[in-house]
């Protein structure tokens, strides 16, 4: 089966950085996504790995093991607006679909 | 950048009636589409997948008499809550892509801003 885990819950200040973690199982493995959802709103595309390492875009880096099947997404300097759900999603291999982790709600505080 | 287009944004409905909800990609074409559901504070999960000029395909335990999918053209797939109740109360979101399948992008999903159904 399919299996992807995150941490429920977070709290950071603002200016801080804090790592989201995610491990996944999956039958296969083409690519792994990170996207920001605030309340009651579509989810937007943050960042894609397929292959080990760090990705970086501006304030948002993600990273990725292929081998531990684990990967974070990491925020910097955090603002207020980053307040939202953040959902880490999987393609398994073959599979035209993205599977998605249940999510971490981050509520920043002055 | 890739615009998908949800409507309606919200509707309440009577229990037993049926309720159509539109997915648009408005500057690309979308030869798959995928539709979500989601409930509070939980995380999407995935209904089933639309395609163009053929039969949507249905995760599991997912009744596809009940959600019923069409996908005629290109920029349009609709996801019809047929005889609804009040726990298909949900947030439904639909996504497309618009990158070739053959890319790596490829599943680089543009999500619609969903539609909230709420059954009296």
């Known amino acids: 089966g399919q299996n992807i885990d995150q941490p429920t819950e977070m709290t950071a200040t603002e200016g801080a950085i804090v790592q989201i973690n995610c491990t996944y199982q999956?039958?296969?493995?083409?690519?792994l996504f990170w996207y920001q959802q605030h309340a009651g709103e579509a989810p937007t595309f943050l960042s894609y790995?397929?292959?080990?390492g760090l990705e970086e875009k501006g304030r948002f880096s993600s990273f990725l093991s292929r081998s531990k099947g684990y990967s974070y997404l990491l925020l910097k300097e955090l603002q207020m607006k980053d307040s939202a759900s953040y959902l880490c999603?999987?393609?398994?291999?073959?599979?035209?679909?993205?599977?998605f982790g249940a999510g971490t709600r981050l509520a920043v505080h002055p | 950048g890739a615009v998908v287009s949800q409507h309606p944004s919200w509707v309440i409905c009577k229990s037993g009636t049926s309720v159509k909800i539109e997915c648009r990609s408005l500057?690309?074409?979308?030869?798959?589409m995928f539709w979500y559901r989601q409930f509070p504070k939980q995380s999407l999960m995935l209904m089933a997948t639309?395609?163009?000029?053929?039969?949507?395909?249905?995760e599991q335990g997912v009744e596809k008499d009940k959600f019923l999918i069409n996908h005629a053209s290109l920029t349009l797939s609709t996801l019809t809550v047929t005889s609804a109740h009040p726990e298909d109360s949900s947030f439904y979101i639909c996504?497309?892509?618009?990158?070739?399948?053959?890319?790596?992008?490829?599943?680089?999903?543009?999500f619609g801003a969903g539609s909230r159904l709420t059954v009296l």
């Open positions: 999603a999987v393609r398994p291999g073959g599979y035209n679909k993205l599977i």
């Open positions: 790995n397929v292959l080990d």
């Open positions: 999956t039958s296969g493995f083409n690519g």
């Open positions: 500057d690309f074409q979308a030869t798959t």
């Open positions: 639309s395609n163009e000029g053929s039969k949507a395909t249905y």
């Open positions: 996504s497309a892509r618009d990158q070739p399948s053959h890319t790596l992008l490829a599943n680089v999903l543009t």
